[in-house]
């Protein structure tokens, strides 16, 4: 079976020389494969006619086509398309009552669409995209006998009651208004604000307006306003944005609880997250944008063990060119490395606010991950560093060249990416180095000519990484470059900036929540506490294992490695594991 995508936002043919068109080899001849649709202004392809050479593909500057060739088989479980030449979805997960089914796989391969139609905002369409409003009849019908249709003829007769967060938590100040606590008493169906509440930690503002929330407590307000109300399945859409460790796994264990007695089905990038709190693991593979197919259910050890492996044996489909791998044991430990910049005591006040950062150096080669709760001064660490704070107590006088990318990414920038990278990055953005190293891993080149403003949140991270490590710097000071990125990107981000380090000889300072990531880029550890929003305390760098140890001993968990990928998994608490590593102090995990 072969399908042809055009990303209707990237097709400009006002903008081109129409190539698409005039390559086209059966197009040369007579045949009608390529047409610019009177309606949309965009480009459409037969795929009855393109006899898949690639030269469209290829040609176009926009890098607005796909044609892709997939199963015959995969025909038949045709679920859901958009439009011609549209994203399509294959086949569905089943919730199920008293476990939490996990959803994971990159964006942009259908995992919102899926729990769009299994909350019933969306009906499919079975492929009949030109039909305006799909009925609910020739679903049932399609599923008749199967697991899948018991659930949906429940859903489609208003049997079911669902309760969904949505992905995008930041938007929710242009929706609603007020304070957390009317809002939640508003949606408070069963009476449980105050047990929720004090599950997730929201005392500390429940009498805040919700337009003058942070992202992490905007997260759990969304959170908690899912769970209160009185629903049978409960959708929960990257539930771990925006939180730290700790309140992410605050987070994890309530949701848990609650798939212990409904149905719940979770969309998670954090692996080490997803592996605590789902029990089975539907894997989504595909192309971005382009399609997605739900692989079966999996137990979540061999669902995420399979993800980071790249090939689901069964179907016999490699979904990754390469396999994602950690290391046995924590990275460089001892080696001598030059001294970047040394720095003694620093202290920053605000007001209600004081951070303390003990005394630390930086080495050349050497990243440095930066962990710790929320509101704890990481990201006015980093601005001392960068030059953009100046410390109350104590400087930073190294002359050191410093490329920072903030916490918060915004796409300000009129023009593509093409002009922003010259702008920012200069020459070196066009070299055969940069393009291998940093552009190439983390899929950059394809939206090169891309406006700045219609990119979407992980692929303005992606840029911003880029840049960050295009500058010329002798160190690099990088805020949460995970956030909005999913699994694979992670990895790849994470992968592309030890690499960069050690081959320039160059310093890197990551501040992020995700272990999974922390693990596989750092070499040593600065670790943050104090009370969030009153006072923290910077403490490091430390080598690999005692940071670690140090930092998740304040978390108050253990992680072990798995047997096969080497990964880091949470020991459940009060396990067997989890007390004999607390027992020898080894947090990290255990050693063998």
């Given at each position: 079976?072969?399908?042809?995508?055009?990303?209707?936002?990237?097709?400009?043919?006002?903008?081109?020389?129409?190539?698409?068109?005039?390559?086209?080899?059966?197009?040369?001849?007579?045949?009608?494969?390529?047409?610019?649709?009177?309606?949309?202004?965009?480009?459409?392809?037969?795929?009855?006619?393109?006899?898949?050479?690639?030269?469209?593909?290829?040609?176009?500057?926009?890098?607005?086509?796909?044609?892709?060739?997939?199963?015959?088989?995969?025909?038949?479980?045709?679920?859901?398309?958009?439009?011609?030449?549209?994203f399509?979805?294959?086949?569905l997960?089943?919730?199920?009552?008293?476990?939490?089914?996990?959803?994971?796989?990159?964006?942009?391969?259908?995992k919102?669409?899926?729990?769009?139609?299994?909350?019933?905002?969306?009906?499919?369409?079975?492929?009949?995209?030109?039909?305006?409003?799909?009925?609910?009849?020739?679903?049932?019908?399609?599923?008749?006998?199967?697991?899948?249709?018991?659930?949906l003829?429940?859903?489609?007769?208003?049997?079911?009651k669902?309760?969904?967060?949505?992905?995008?938590?930041?938007?929710?100040?242009?929706?609603?208004?007020?304070?957390?606590?009317?809002?939640?008493?508003?949606?408070?169906?069963?009476?449980?604000?105050?047990?929720?509440?004090?599950?997730l930690?929201?005392s500390?503002?429940?009498?805040?307006?919700?337009?003058?929330?942070?992202?992490g407590?905007?997260?759990?307000?969304?959170?908690?306003?899912?769970?209160l109300?009185?629903?049978d399945?409960?959708?929960?859409?990257?539930?771990?944005?925006?939180?730290?460790?700790?309140?992410?796994?605050?987070?994890?264990?309530?949701?848990?609880?609650?798939?212990?007695?409904?149905?719940?089905?979770?969309?998670?990038?954090?692996?080490?997250?997803?592996?605590?709190?789902?029990?089975?693991?539907?894997?989504?593979?595909?192309?971005?944008?382009?399609?997605?197919?739900?692989?079966?259910?999996?137990?979540?050890?061999?669902?995420?063990?399979?993800?980071?492996?790249?090939?689901?044996?069964?179907e016999n489909?490699?979904?990754r060119?390469?396999e994602?791998?950690?290391?046995?044991?924590?990275?460089?430990?001892?080696?001598?490395?030059?001294t970047?910049?040394?720095?003694?005591?620093?202290?920053?006040?605000?007001?209600?606010?004081?951070?303390k950062?003990?005394?630390?150096?930086?080495?050349?080669?050497?990243?440095?991950?930066?962990?710790?709760?929320?509101?704890?001064g990481?990201?006015t660490?980093?601005?001392?560093?960068?030059?953009?704070?100046a410390?109350?107590?104590?400087?930073?006088?190294?002359?050191?060249?410093?490329?920072?990318?903030?916490?918060?990414?915004?796409?300000?920038?009129?023009?593509?990416?093409r002009?922003?990278?010259?702008?920012?990055?200069?020459?070196?953005?066009?070299?055969?180095?940069?393009?291998?190293?940093?552009?190439?891993?983390?899929?950059?080149?394809?939206?090169?000519?891309?406006?700045?403003?219609t990119?979407?949140?992980?692929?303005?991270?992606?840029?911003?990484?880029?840049?960050?490590?295009?500058?010329?710097?002798?160190?690099?000071?990088?805020?949460?470059?995970?956030?909005?990125?999913?699994s694979?990107?992670?990895?790849?981000a994470?992968?592309?900036?030890?690499?960069?380090?050690?081959?320039?000889?160059?310093?890197?300072?990551?501040?992020?929540?995700d272990?999974?990531?922390?693990?596989?880029?750092?070499?040593s550890?600065?670790?943050?506490?104090?009370?969030?929003?009153?006072?923290?305390?910077?403490?490091?760098?430390?080598?690999?294992?005692?940071?670690?140890?140090?930092?998740?001993?304040?978390?108050?968990?253990?992680?072990?490695?798995?047997?096969?990928?080497?990964?880091?998994?949470?020991?459940?608490?009060?396990?067997?594991?989890?007390?004999?590593?607390?027992?020898?102090?080894?947090?990290?995990?255990?050693?063998?």
């Open positions: 079976m072969r399908i042809a995508v055009v990303f209707k936002d990237r097709c400009h043919p006002k903008r081109c020389n129409l190539e698409c068109i005039a390559f086209c080899p059966p197009q040369r001849t007579g045949s009608e494969v390529i047409w610019i649709d009177q309606e949309t202004g965009k480009s459409t392809i037969s795929e009855e006619t393109c006899i898949a050479c690639g030269i469209c593909v290829k040609k176009c500057p926009f890098d607005a086509i796909r044609i892709i060739g997939l199963p015959e088989a995969l025909k038949e479980d045709l679920v859901h398309q958009f439009s011609k030449n549209g399509r979805l294959f086949r997960p089943v919730p199920k009552e008293g476990q939490a089914v996990g959803l994971l796989g990159p964006n942009g391969v259908g919102t669409t899926t729990v769009s139609i299994l909350s019933g905002e969306l009906v499919p369409n079975l492929g009949q995209y030109r039909k305006k409003k799909p009925q609910w009849g020739p679903v049932l019908e399609y599923f008749a006998g199967t697991e899948l249709h018991n659930y003829e429940k859903l489609a007769d208003g049997g079911l669902t309760s969904m967060k949505p992905q995008y938590v930041d938007k929710l100040p242009k929706v609603v208004s007020g304070k957390v606590k009317d809002l939640l008493e508003k949606v408070d169906e069963g009476d449980q604000l105050d047990v929720v509440g004090e599950e930690g929201l500390s503002f429940m009498d805040r307006d919700v337009k003058h929330l942070s992202g407590e905007l997260q759990r307000t969304a959170i908690a306003a899912t769970m109300k009185d629903a399945v409960y959708f929960f859409d990257e539930p771990s944005s925006y939180l730290d460790i700790n309140q992410r796994l605050r987070v994890a264990r309530t949701i848990k609880s609650l798939s212990e007695r409904k149905q719940v089905v979770v969309i998670e990038h954090d692996l080490a997250i997803m592996d605590f709190l789902a029990d089975v693991v539907h894997i989504i593979y595909g192309s971005e944008g382009a399609y997605g197919v739900l692989a079966q259910p999996r137990p979540v050890r061999t669902a995420i063990n399979v993800y980071l492996e790249g090939y689901l044996r069964e489909m490699r979904f060119d390469r994602i791998r950690f290391e046995a044991s924590p990275p460089r430990t001892g080696w001598k490395a030059t970047l910049l040394h720095y003694d005591v620093l202290e920053k006040r605000y007001e209600g606010f004081h951070l950062v003990e005394p630390g150096k930086l080495r050349k080669g050497e990243v440095v991950g930066v962990v710790g709760p929320n509101a704890t990481k990201t660490f980093v601005k001392m560093l960068a030059g953009e704070e410390p109350t107590v104590g400087e930073v006088t190294a002359e050191w060249k410093v490329s920072y990318k903030p916490q918060y990414v915004e796409s300000k920038y009129e023009g593509v990416v002009d922003l990278f010259a702008a920012a990055v200069g020459r070196k953005a066009e070299s055969n180095y940069f393009e291998a190293e940093v552009l190439s891993p983390l899929k950059v080149r394809g939206l090169m000519e891309r406006e700045v403003t990119l979407s949140g992980g692929e303005l991270q992606r840029v911003a990484i880029a840049i960050c490590l295009g500058r010329d710097a002798d160190s690099y000071l990088i805020d949460e470059p995970s956030a909005y990125l999913d694979n990107q992670r990895m790849e994470a992968k592309t900036i030890r690499r960069v380090m050690e081959k320039e000889g160059k310093s890197g300072l990551i501040v992020d929540h272990v999974y990531f922390i693990d596989m880029v750092s070499d550890i600065i670790v943050f506490s104090g009370e969030p929003g009153v006072s923290g305390l910077a403490q490091g760098p430390f080598p690999m294992r005692e940071g670690m140890n140090r930092f998740l001993e304040q978390v108050g968990i253990t992680f072990r490695r798995d047997n096969e990928t080497n990964r880091p998994r949470i020991n459940k608490p009060d396990s067997r594991l989890d007390r004999e590593q607390k027992h020898a102090g080894e947090y990290y995990y255990a050693l063998t």
